[in-house]
C-alpha cells in the first residue's frame, strides 16, 4: 500500500505563501497529475513530498507511515524526475542510472541486474558507455527516468519532466511515461503546466492555483463538470458569457447582459435575479444555417455574424459576433457541414446542458486569468 | 565495506557534524588567515611608544625616519598609478585583439599573453635588470657597453607592469568573451562607428571590470616586494622599506609602514566591492566628426601595431631575456654550468635543497588550502547567514590585496616571539612552518576564489537529484560535488602551487636561514653571480610555465562538463 496522503499542508517564503493548505490523496498505482500556471505551488508541493522542501505545517503519510518533515530526501524512498534532467554530467550512462544502487550498498549483481533493466525499458542499451554530453535532450531525460526507476522505488514523482523537450518528443514520451508507470505498477506525481499533457497522461488531475487544488478529478471530469471558472478556463478552451438569471422552468433561461439574447442551461442552482457566467466549450458551440423555418422549429437559436474565421486543418476557428456586441468563439470540423464566410449571418446553438453557470464573482478579470 | 562507508557517510551527514564543520572552518579561517594579518593594528597600538620613538622624535635621527617612509610611500603610490595607467594602455586593446580579431597565430599570441605569468616575480626582476641594465641585454642591440637604464624607479615601473597587465587584460578578456555581440551589432545598425560602438556600448559593459581589474593590478604593484628587491637600486619603495626595516630588527616602525599599507589596501578592497558598480562613464554626447576619424582602418591598425609592439618591447622579451642570457653564459669558467656545478661552493647542493624546500613548501600549501577553500567556499556560497556571508565573501580577498612583505611581517608578529604568544616564547620562530603559513596566508584567496564561482555555477539540481536517489548529503557531496568541483581545485591548486613557487616578498621576512628557490636566486643576484642566477631563474621559469600550460589545458576543457539541453 502506497497511498500518498497530505493534509493541510502548508509553505511560504518569506512572506509569498507558495502552498496554502493542500490535502491530497493519491491512490496506490495511480498517475496523478498536478495541473497549474507557473507559481500556482504545484512544484513546491513535490518537493515537500520529495523532502527537499520543509513544509511549515500539516502532514504526509506515504500508506500508513507518516512522513516527518525532517526526513530527508535519501531516506524518503521515492524515485525523482527533474525538468533539466540533472544527469550527473561526469558519469557516463551506466554510471548515472547504478547511482541510485551503489550509494545504497546494493550489491554487484543486482545493480548489474536492476540497472540493464531500466536502462533496456528507456531503449538506452546502445548508449550505455556514453557520457551525457554525447547525447541528446531527449536521450537525457530517459536517463533520468530509468535513474530514477532504479531507485526501486514505489512512487515516482515528475517535475515538468517534458518541459525542457521539443514538443514533438513530448507526445511521444507522454504515452511512454504512462506505460512505464503502469506496467512497473507505481505511484506516480506528475507536475505540469501544460493541460493536454495533464489530460493524456493522468487517471486523476488536481487543478492548483495560487497554492491551492481547486478541483480533483479524472479528465473527464474536469473537463465535463468544471467547479469553478478557472478550471473551465485552465482545461480545453470555453466562451464565457455574463447574464442574469430570467426564469427557471424545465431550464435556468440566461439573460445576456447589454440587451443580448437568452440562452437556456440545464443548471438549476440559482434563483431568479442572480447574475451568473455562463461558459460554453468552444466545440460545442454549433453553427446553423440563418434560415426563418430553423428558427420556428427551435427556440434555441441565437443571431449573429461571422467576424473571422481562422482555418487550422482539422478544425476552423470561427467567430461570431452577437447582438450585444459579445463574441463567440466556435470550433467546426474540418469541413464544415454548411457554408459560411465572413459577414454571413448565421445561427448558433448552445445545447442546455453544455452551458456551465457559476456565480458572478468578485473579481471577473482575476477568475479569467490565467495565473 | 560499503556498508562501514555508508555509516560513516550518515554520522558525517548529520547536523551536527555540519555544525561542527562550519565551525572548525571558521575557527581555521580566522585564528590562521585573518587575525594574523591584521595583527599588525594591534602590535602598533601595544608598542606605541616604541614606534613613535623609531619615526618620531628619535634624538639621533629626529623624525628624518618618517619624512623617509613618507617618500617611500609616496614613491610607492606613483609607481602604481603609472604601472596601472600603462598596463591598461597595453592591456585593453591587447584583450580586444584577443577576443575580436580572427587571425593565423592567435592561440600562440593568447598563450605568449600568458607567459610572463609563469615567470615568478624574483626571476623576473632579475630578467628586466639584465635585459634593460646590464651591457648584454638592449644596450648589446644598440651598441652600448653598458645599461640603458639603472635600477631605480623608471626600471621598477618596467617590472611592475610585465606582472600586473595581466589583471587588465585577463579581467577583460573573460567579460568581452561572455558579451553578447548583438548588443554592438546594434549599435552599428543604428548608424554608430566603430570608434562610437566602442565608447558608448562596448566600455561601459566592461567598464567594472576595468575598475576592478585596475584596482588590483595598483594593489599588487603596490605591495610588490620579490622582484622589486632587484631592480630598487636606491629607490627604496614602501614594501622594500619594511624588508630593510625588519632586518635591521626596527620591529615597530616596520610594523608602522606595514599598517599604512594594509590600510592602503583594505580601503581599496572595499572600493572593488562598493563602488566599481557606481563609477559613470562621462558624456554620452558623441563628437561625430573627431569619433568617425577615428574610426578609421587606420587608427585601428595603429593601436594594434603599438600595443603588439610594447607588448612584445616592454613586456615579453624583458621577462624572458634570463633564459637568453643563459644560453649565451652557459659555458666557460664563468658560466652557469662551471659556476653552479663545479665549484668549491657547491651551489648545486643549496639549489637542490631551495629547489626541494619550494617544492614541499608549495604541496603542503596546495593541500591544506584545498581542504580549508573547499570548507570556505561551501560556508560562502550555500550557508544561508545574510550579511555575515557578504563579510565572509570580502574578507576572503584580504590577503590578496596586503601587500605580502606586511602580510609575512604581520604573521611573523603574530606567531613570534613578540606576539600574542609571547608568554611562552611565541609558538613559531621563522623557519620552514613559518614559510608554510605564510603561503597558506596568502594562496588562500587563490584556490577560494576559484571553488567559490565554480560552485555558484553548479546548479543545485545536481545535489538534490543524489539526494532524491538516496544518498546522504556527505555522500552526494563526495560523489556528485567535488567531481563538479574537480576542475576547479584542479585549477585552484596550480594557482596556489604556482604562486607559492614563485612568491619571495613575504618569504624574505619569514625564512630566517631556511632558502627556498625565488630567495636563492636574490641571493645570487646580490653577490652579483648572474650566470647561477639565471640557471635558478630557468629553472623556475620551466616549473611555472609547464603548470601553467597545464592550467590553461584544464580551463579550456571544462566546456564538455556543460551539458545542452
Same mark, same amino acid.
Given at each position: 500500500?502506497?497511498?500518498?496522503?497530505?493534509?493541510?499542508?502548508?509553505?511560504?517564503?518569506?512572506?509569498?505563501?507558495?502552498?496554502?493548505?493542500?490535502?491530497?490523496?493519491?491512490?496506490?498505482?495511480?498517475?496523478?497529475?498536478?495541473?497549474?500556471?507557473?507559481?500556482?505551488?504545484?512544484?513546491?508541493?513535490?518537493?515537500?513530498?520529495?523532502?527537499?522542501?520543509?513544509?511549515?505545517?500539516?502532514?504526509?503519510?506515504?500508506?500508513?507511515?507518516?512522513?516527518?518533515?525532517?526526513?530527508?530526501?535519501?531516506?524518503?524512498?521515492?524515485?525523482?524526475?527533474?525538468?533539466?534532467?540533472?544527469?550527473?554530467?561526469?558519469?557516463?550512462?551506466?554510471?548515472?542510472?547504478?547511482?541510485?544502487?551503489?550509494?545504497?550498498?546494493?550489491?554487484?549483481?543486482?545493480?548489474?541486474?536492476?540497472?540493464?533493466?531500466?536502462?533496456?525499458?528507456?531503449?538506452?542499451?546502445?548508449?550505455?558507455?556514453?557520457?551525457?554530453?554525447?547525447?541528446?535532450?531527449?536521450?537525457?531525460?530517459?536517463?533520468?527516468?530509468?535513474?530514477?526507476?532504479?531507485?526501486?522505488?514505489?512512487?515516482?514523482?515528475?517535475?515538468?519532466?517534458?518541459?525542457?523537450?521539443?514538443?514533438?518528443?513530448?507526445?511521444?514520451?507522454?504515452?511512454?511515461?504512462?506505460?512505464?508507470?503502469?506496467?512497473?505498477?507505481?505511484?506516480?506525481?506528475?507536475?505540469?503546466?501544460?493541460?493536454?499533457?495533464?489530460?493524456?497522461?493522468?487517471?486523476?488531475?488536481?487543478?492548483?492555483?495560487?497554492?491551492?487544488?481547486?478541483?480533483?478529478?479524472?479528465?473527464?471530469?474536469?473537463?465535463?463538470?468544471?467547479?469553478?471558472?478557472?478550471?473551465?478556463?485552465?482545461?480545453?478552451?470555453?466562451?464565457?458569457?455574463?447574464?442574469?438569471?430570467?426564469?427557471?422552468?424545465?431550464?435556468?433561461?440566461?439573460?445576456?447582459?447589454?440587451?443580448?439574447?437568452?440562452?437556456?442551461?440545464?443548471?438549476?442552482?440559482?434563483?431568479?435575479?442572480?447574475?451568473?457566467?455562463?461558459?460554453?466549450?468552444?466545440?460545442?458551440?454549433?453553427?446553423?444555417?440563418?434560415?426563418?423555418?430553423?428558427?420556428?422549429?427551435?427556440?434555441?437559436?441565437?443571431?449573429?455574424?461571422?467576424?473571422?474565421?481562422?482555418?487550422?486543418?482539422?478544425?476552423?476557428?470561427?467567430?461570431?459576433?452577437?447582438?450585444?456586441?459579445?463574441?463567440?468563439?466556435?470550433?467546426?470540423?474540418?469541413?464544415?457541414?454548411?457554408?459560411?464566410?465572413?459577414?454571413?449571418?448565421?445561427?448558433?446553438?448552445?445545447?442546455?446542458?453544455?452551458?456551465?453557470?457559476?456565480?458572478?464573482?468578485?473579481?471577473?478579470?482575476?477568475?479569467?486569468?490565467?495565473? | 565495506?560499503?556498508?562501514?562507508?555508508?555509516?560513516?557517510?550518515?554520522?558525517?551527514?548529520?547536523?551536527?557534524?555540519?555544525?561542527?564543520? %562550519?565551525?572548525?572552518?571558521?575557527?581555521?579561517?580566522?585564528?590562521?588567515?585573518?587575525?594574523?594579518?591584521?595583527?599588525?593594528?594591534?602590535?602598533?597600538?601595544?608598542?606605541?611608544?616604541?614606534?613613535?620613538?623609531?619615526?618620531?622624535?628619535?634624538?639621533?635621527?629626529?623624525?628624518?625616519?618618517?619624512?623617509?617612509?613618507?617618500?617611500?610611500?609616496?614613491?610607492?603610490?606613483?609607481?602604481?598609478?603609472?604601472?596601472?595607467?600603462?598596463?591598461?594602455?597595453?592591456?585593453?586593446?591587447?584583450?580586444?585583439?584577443?577576443?575580436?580579431?580572427?587571425?593565423?597565430?592567435?592561440?600562440?599570441?593568447?598563450?605568449?599573453?600568458?607567459?610572463?605569468?609563469?615567470?615568478?616575480?624574483?626571476?623576473?626582476?632579475?630578467?628586466?635588470?639584465?635585459?634593460?641594465?646590464?651591457?648584454?641585454?638592449?644596450?648589446?642591440?644598440?651598441?652600448?657597453?653598458?645599461?640603458?637604464?639603472?635600477?631605480?624607479?623608471?626600471?621598477?615601473?618596467?617590472?611592475?607592469?610585465?606582472?600586473?597587465?595581466?589583471?587588465?587584460?585577463?579581467?577583460?578578456?573573460?567579460?568581452?568573451?561572455?558579451?553578447?555581440?548583438?548588443?554592438?551589432?546594434?549599435?552599428?545598425?543604428?548608424?554608430?562607428?566603430?570608434?562610437?560602438?566602442?565608447?558608448?556600448?562596448?566600455?561601459?559593459?566592461?567598464?567594472?571590470?576595468?575598475?576592478?581589474?585596475?584596482?588590483?593590478?595598483?594593489?599588487?604593484?603596490?605591495?610588490?616586494?620579490?622582484?622589486?628587491?632587484?631592480?630598487?637600486?636606491?629607490?627604496?619603495?614602501?614594501?622594500?622599506?619594511?624588508?630593510?626595516?625588519?632586518?635591521?630588527?626596527?620591529?615597530?616602525?616596520?610594523?608602522?609602514?606595514?599598517?599604512?599599507?594594509?590600510?592602503?589596501?583594505?580601503?581599496?578592497?572595499?572600493?572593488?566591492?562598493?563602488?566599481?558598480?557606481?563609477?559613470?562613464?562621462?558624456?554620452?554626447?558623441?563628437?561625430?566628426?573627431?569619433?568617425?576619424?577615428?574610426?578609421?582602418?587606420?587608427?585601428?591598425?595603429?593601436?594594434?601595431?603599438?600595443?603588439?609592439?610594447?607588448?612584445?618591447?616592454?613586456?615579453?622579451?624583458?621577462?624572458?631575456?634570463?633564459?637568453?642570457?643563459?644560453?649565451?653564459?652557459?659555458?666557460?669558467?664563468?658560466?652557469?654550468?662551471?659556476?653552479?656545478?663545479?665549484?668549491? %661552493?657547491?651551489?648545486?647542493?643549496?639549489?637542490?635543497?631551495?629547489?626541494?624546500?619550494?617544492?614541499?613548501?608549495?604541496?603542503?600549501?596546495?593541500?591544506?588550502?584545498?581542504?580549508?577553500?573547499?570548507?570556505?567556499?561551501?560556508?560562502?556560497?550555500?550557508?544561508?547567514?545574510?550579511?555575515?556571508?557578504?563579510?565572509? %565573501?570580502?574578507?576572503?580577498?584580504?590577503?590578496?590585496?596586503?601587500?605580502?612583505?606586511?602580510?609575512?611581517?604581520?604573521?611573523?608578529?603574530?606567531?613570534?616571539?613578540?606576539?600574542?604568544?609571547?608568554?611562552?616564547?611565541?609558538?613559531?620562530?621563522?623557519?620552514?612552518?613559518?614559510?608554510?603559513?605564510?603561503?597558506?596566508?596568502?594562496?588562500?584567496?587563490?584556490?577560494?576564489?576559484?571553488?567559490?564561482?565554480?560552485?555558484?555555477?553548479?546548479?543545485?539540481?545536481?545535489?538534490?537529484?543524489?539526494?532524491?536517489?538516496?544518498?546522504?548529503?556527505?555522500?552526494?557531496?563526495?560523489?556528485?560535488?567535488?567531481?563538479?568541483?574537480?576542475?576547479?581545485?584542479?585549477?585552484?591548486?596550480?594557482?596556489?602551487?604556482?604562486?607559492?613557487?614563485?612568491?619571495?616578498?613575504?618569504?624574505?621576512?619569514?625564512?630566517?636561514?631556511?632558502?627556498?628557490?625565488?630567495?636563492?636566486?636574490?641571493?645570487?643576484?646580490?653577490?652579483?653571480?648572474?650566470?647561477?642566477?639565471?640557471?635558478?631563474?630557468?629553472?623556475?621559469?620551466?616549473?611555472?610555465?609547464?603548470?601553467?600550460?597545464?592550467?590553461?589545458?584544464?580551463?579550456?576543457?571544462?566546456?564538455?562538463?556543460?551539458?545542452?539541453?
Amino acid at each position: 500500500m502506497v497511498d500518498i496522503i497530505l493534509d493541510n499542508i502548508k509553505k511560504s517564503f518569506g512572506s509569498v505563501q507558495a502552498v496554502r493548505g493542500v490535502s491530497l490523496k493519491v491512490y496506490d498505482g495511480e498517475y496523478l497529475t498536478l495541473l497549474g500556471p507557473s507559481g500556482c505551488g504545484k512544484t513546491t508541493t513535490l518537493r515537500i513530498i520529495a523532502g527537499l522542501e520543509k513544509a511549515d505545517s500539516g502532514e504526509i503519510y506515504f500508506g500508513d507511515k507518516k512522513i516527518d518533515f525532517n526526513v530527508p530526501p535519501e531516506e524518503r524512498n521515492i524515485g525523482m524526475v527533474f525538468q533539466h534532467f540533472e544527469i550527473f554530467p561526469f558519469l557516463d550512462v551506466w554510471d548515472n542510472v547504478s547511482y541510485s544502487c551503489k550509494v545504497r550498498g546494493v550489491n554487484k549483481d543486482e545493480i548489474e541486474e536492476r540497472v540493464s533493466k531500466y536502462i533496456h525499458l528507456v531503449n538506452l542499451d546502445k548508449y550505455v558507455d556514453k557520457f551525457p554530453f554525447e547525447l541528446t535532450a531527449p536521450q537525457l531525460q530517459r536517463i533520468g527516468i530509468a535513474r530514477a526507476l532504479a531507485t526501486g522505488a514505489k512512487i515516482l514523482l515528475l517535475d515538468e519532466p517534458l518541459g525542457a523537450l521539443d514538443q514533438r518528443y513530448r507526445d511521444e514520451f507522454r504515452v511512454e511515461m504512462r506505460k512505464l508507470v503502469k506496467k512497473l505498477n507505481i505511484t506516480a506525481i506528475h507536475v505540469t503546466h501544460d493541460q493536454d499533457e495533464a489530460m493524456m497522461i493522468s487517471d486523476r488531475i488536481a487543478v492548483m492555483r495560487k497554492g491551492s487544488i481547486l478541483q480533483v478529478g479524472t479528465p473527464g471530469d474536469l473537463y465535463i463538470k468544471p467547479n469553478a471558472i478557472f478550471v473551465a478556463n485552465f482545461i480545453g478552451e470555453s466562451n464565457f458569457v455574463e447574464g442574469e438569471v430570467k426564469s427557471i422552468d424545465k431550464y435556468t433561461q440566461i439573460k445576456l447582459h447589454g440587451g443580448g439574447p437568452i440562452i437556456f442551461s440545464k443548471n438549476k442552482h440559482f434563483y431568479k435575479r442572480d447574475r451568473v457566467i455562463g461558459s460554453i466549450r468552444k466545440e460545442f458551440v454549433k453553427i446553423k444555417e440563418f434560415i426563418e423555418e430553423n428558427k420556428l422549429k427551435d427556440n434555441n437559436l441565437i443571431e449573429g455574424n461571422i467576424n473571422n474565421i481562422a482555418f487550422l486543418g482539422s478544425h476552423l476557428r470561427v467567430n461570431i459576433e452577437l447582438e450585444n456586441g459579445d463574441i463567440i468563439e466556435a470550433k467546426v470540423t474540418y469541413p464544415p457541414s454548411i457554408q459560411f464566410e465572413v459577414g454571413s449571418k448565421v445561427y448558433i446553438k448552445l445545447h442546455p446542458e453544455n452551458v456551465l453557470l457559476f456565480p458572478y464573482p468578485e473579481d471577473l478579470d482575476y477568475e479569467l486569468a490565467l495565473e | 565495506m560499503v556498508d562501514l562507508i555508508r555509516k560513516i557517510d550518515k554520522s558525517l551527514s548529520s547536523k551536527k557534524a555540519r555544525i561542527i564543520g %562550519d565551525f572548525t572552518s571558521l575557527l581555521i579561517f580566522f585564528v590562521i588567515i585573518i587575525i594574523p594579518i591584521l595583527y599588525i593594528f594591534t602590535y602598533v597600538i601595544q608598542e606605541w611608544n616604541d614606534v613613535s620613538f623609531w619615526i618620531f622624535n628619535n634624538p639621533v635621527s629626529g623624525s628624518t625616519r618618517f619624512v623617509d617612509m613618507g617618500t617611500a610611500l609616496l614613491r610607492s603610490l606613483m609607481i602604481s598609478a603609472i604601472t596601472v595607467i600603462i598596463d591598461i594602455l597595453i592591456g585593453l586593446p591587447m584583450a580586444i585583439i584577443l577576443v575580436k580579431y580572427d587571425f593565423k597565430g592567435k592561440r600562440i599570441l593568447d598563450t605568449l599573453v600568458d607567459l610572463p605569468m609563469a615567470v615568478p616575480t624574483a626571476a623576473l626582476g632579475f630578467s628586466i635588470l639584465l635585459f634593460w641594465g646590464s651591457s648584454s641585454g638592449i644596450a648589446w642591440i644598440f651598441g652600448l657597453d653598458r645599461g640603458l637604464i639603472s635600477p631605480g624607479v623608471i626600471m621598477i615601473i618596467l617590472t611592475h607592469v610585465v606582472f600586473t597587465y595581466p589583471y587588465i587584460t585577463r579581467n577583460i578578456k573573460v567579460i568581452l568573451m561572455n558579451q553578447d555581440e548583438t548588443l554592438e551589432k546594434a549599435a552599428q545598425s543604428l548608424g554608430a562607428r566603430k570608434f562610437t560602438v566602442f565608447r558608448t556600448i562596448t566600455a561601459p559593459l566592461i567598464k567594472e571590470g576595468l575598475i576592478a581589474g585596475a584596482i588590483l593590478a595598483f594593489t599588487r604593484s603596490l605591495g610588490e616586494t620579490g622582484a622589486t628587491l632587484i631592480v630598487y637600486g636606491v629607490a627604496e619603495t614602501a614594501p622594500i622599506q619594511i624588508v630593510t626595516l625588519k632586518s635591521q630588527a626596527l620591529f615597530g616602525p616596520a610594523a608602522f609602514l606595514a599598517m599604512i599599507l594594509v590600510i592602503i589596501a583594505i580601503i581599496l578592497l572595499i572600493l572593488i566591492k562598493t563602488i566599481t558598480r557606481k563609477i559613470g562613464l562621462p558624456v554620452y554626447r558623441v563628437f561625430v566628426r573627431t569619433e568617425k576619424f577615428l574610426s578609421k582602418k587606420v587608427f585601428r591598425w595603429l593601436r594594434d601595431g603599438f600595443t603588439i609592439f610594447f607588448f612584445g618591447f616592454l613586456i615579453l622579451i624583458p621577462a624572458l631575456y634570463s633564459i637568453d642570457y643563459l644560453f649565451l653564459n652557459l659555458s666557460g669558467p664563468n658560466g652557469a654550468i662551471n659556476q653552479v656545478f663545479f665549484q668549491s %661552493d657547491n651551489k648545486w647542493a643549496s639549489l637542490w635543497i631551495s629547489l626541494m624546500n619550494s617544492l614541499s613548501i608549495a604541496a603542503v600549501a596546495t593541500l591544506i588550502n584545498i581542504v580549508l577553500g573547499l570548507a570556505m567556499a561551501i560556508i560562502v556560497v550555500r550557508r544561508k547567514w545574510g550579511k555575515f556571508n557578504a563579510i565572509l %565573501d570580502t574578507l576572503i580577498d584580504l590577503p590578496l590585496a596586503i601587500p605580502s612583505s606586511a602580510l609575512g611581517f604581520s604573521i611573523f608578529l603574530f606567531w613570534g616571539t613578540i606576539g600574542p604568544f609571547r608568554s611562552i616564547g611565541g609558538l613559531l620562530t621563522p623557519g620552514y612552518l613559518l614559510i608554510i603559513i605564510v603561503h597558506i596566508v596568502f594562496t588562500f584567496p587563490y584556490m577560494t576564489r576559484v571553488l567559490i564561482a565554480s560552485l555558484e555555477g553548479i546548479v543545485s539540481g545536481y545535489e538534490e537529484a543524489s539526494r532524491t536517489l538516496g544518498a546522504y548529503s556527505f555522500t552526494t557531496f563526495r560523489k556528485v560535488t567535488i567531481p563538479l568541483l574537480r576542475n576547479a581545485l584542479l585549477a585552484g591548486s596550480i594557482m596556489v602551487f604556482t604562486r607559492s613557487l614563485g612568491e619571495t616578498g613575504a618569504t624574505f621576512v619569514v625564512m630566517g636561514l631556511v632558502r627556498t628557490i625565488p630567495v636563492t636566486i636574490v641571493d645570487w643576484v646580490e653577490s652579483i653571480d648572474l650566470p647561477s642566477a639565471a640557471f635558478a631563474s630557468f629553472i623556475l621559469i620551466v616549473l611555472s610555465f609547464v603548470l601553467i600550460l597545464i592550467l590553461r589545458h584544464i580551463t579550456t576543457r571544462e566546456k564538455i562538463l556543460k551539458i545542452k539541453t
